[in-house]
């Protein structure tokens, strides 16, 4: 497994925006995908988005936040975000970065999780 180290949450008023950050510090990091997940009180962890780590970077987005949610990479940094425009009080939740190795079907390492919270 991989640690991830997550930032970026907080409490923002509905139709802001807001920008979580995820970094693979210290070694070499190379996933097949890196996502985020989100899980809120008393509902299932939902996937939010997902990245292709190599090549052109192929993304993946929850109906729920397509058009308002952009996931990216800086391959360099060993890092991913998930810029959040438009934010309602249903994306409140614990958002969770994840990776996947290569070879596996599943996320493998993730995030420690950090609290998003949107206010009407």
């Known amino acids: 497994q991989v640690q991830l180290v997550e930032s970026g949450g907080g409490l923002v008023q509905a139709g802001a925006s807001l920008r979580l950050s995820c970094a693979a510090p210290?070694?070499?990091?190379?996933?097949?995908?890196v996502g985020w997940f989100r899980q809120a009180p008393g509902k299932e962890r939902e996937s939010v988005a997902s990245?292709?780590?190599?090549?052109?970077?192929?993304?993946y987005y929850a109906d729920s936040v397509q058009g308002r949610f952009t996931i990216s990479r800086d391959n360099a940094k060993n890092t991913w975000y998930l810029q959040m425009n438009r934010m309602t009080p249903e994306d409140t939740a614990v958002y969770y970065c994840?990776?996947?190795?290569?070879?596996?079907?599943?996320?493998?390492?993730w995030g420690q999780g950090t609290q998003v919270t949107v206010s009407t």
């Open positions: 990245i292709t780590w190599g090549g052109a970077g192929i993304t």
């Open positions: 210290g070694r070499t990091f190379s996933p097949i995908a």
């Open positions: 994840a990776s996947r190795p290569v070879a596996y079907r599943g996320y493998t390492s």
